[in-house]
């Protein structure tokens, strides 16, 4: 079974960091596409950062450039998200999610959700 598995959500000051994990199983690591979604209060789903099989296809949403570092830990099949300089509009429900695929594509395209981590940033 394809299973994903977000942890490390937490509370947080305005300007602190914290550190999102996303481990995965069920399927070969290397070649899919890994993206952490996000979804605050009263609001949609919205994509915050993405990679691929190569460092070529990362993505950040403009909201998040400079903030947010994405990466993978090959060897634990785990994506990290590195969340620093958080501010109070970062507060959401991240999400992690897969899909077979190069290229880091949108949201109805991912085939594999994991259940999401709370992350609250008080101002």
């Known amino acids: 079974d394809v299973q994903l598995q977000a942890s490390g959500g937490g509370l947080v000051q305005a300007g602190g960091s914290l550190r999102l994990s996303c481990a995965v199983s069920?399927?070969?690591?290397?070649?899919?596409?890994i993206n952490w979604f996000r979804q605050a209060p009263g609001k949609g789903r919205e994509g915050v950062a993405c990679?691929?099989?190569?460092?070529?296809?990362?993505w950040y949403a403009d909201s998040v450039k400079g903030r947010f570092a994405i990466s993978k830990d090959n060897a634990k099949n785990t994506v990290y998200l590195q969340m620093n300089s958080l501010k109070f509009e970062d507060t959401a429900v991240y999400y992690c999610?897969?899909?077979?695929?190069?290229?880091?594509?949108?949201?109805?395209?991912?085939?594999?959700w994991g259940r999401g981590t709370l992350v609250t940033v008080s101002s």
């Open positions: 999610a897969a899909k077979d695929d190069s290229f880091c594509g949108y949201e109805h395209e991912y085939t594999y």
């Open positions: 069920g399927f070969r690591f290397d070649d899919y596409v």
């Open positions: 990679t691929g099989s190569s460092r070529s296809s990362t």
